[in-house]
């Protein structure tokens, strides 16, 4: 049973900013719940090929993965896949205008793996509610 979520908020703020904050790793531990540390496993800027490397906790297990950017135009959308990770997922960010405000869309898709699978049944509405609470808590940070 694959997970194919995906959620949106829309954000009080400029289309630039919100995208830039979103594509700074050293921001992910403040607004994805889940995630510890994260940090781009080569030099900045983030672009094409960059790798990020996490540390996460998810059914109360410690995961490290790391993502790799296949997708990145500057204010519109950042796209990254699984290269080493227990679940191997695509994320989506896309950032769209409107008006004053930015509509911020974040599509997460995998397959859940080894431990994972084992709760399949749970892992999308988890999914689903994590990557919900993180937009909220994303806007609350970026609306301050």
Do not use: H
């Not at 694959?2 to 908020?9: C, H, I, L, N, Y």
């Not at 992910?28 to 094409?48: C, N, Q, S, T, Y």
């Not at 790799?68 to 960010?93: C, D, T």
């Amino acid at each position: 049973m694959g997970v194919d979520v995906t959620a949106e908020v829309t954000i009080a703020c400029p289309r630039d900013e919100v995208f830039a904050y979103v594509v700074n790793p050293g921001n992910d531990p403040a607004w994805i719940g889940g995630v510890r540390d994260a940090r781009l496993a080569g030099e900045p800027p983030v672009a094409v090929g960059t790798r990020v490397e996490r540390v996460a906790s998810f059914l109360g297990r410690r995961i490290e993965y790391v993502n790799e950017v296949v997708a990145l135009e500057p204010g519109r959308l950042l796209r990254m896949r699984s290269v080493v990770a227990p679940f191997p997922m695509e994320i989506a960010y896309e950032f769209e205008d409107r008006g004053a405000a930015t509509a911020f869309r974040n599509r997460v898709q995998g397959e859940p793996g080894r431990f994972f699978a084992l709760a399949s049944p749970l892992v999308g509405r988890l999914v689903r509610r994590s990557v919900s609470r993180d937009l909220k808590r994303l806007r609350g940070l970026l609306e301050r």
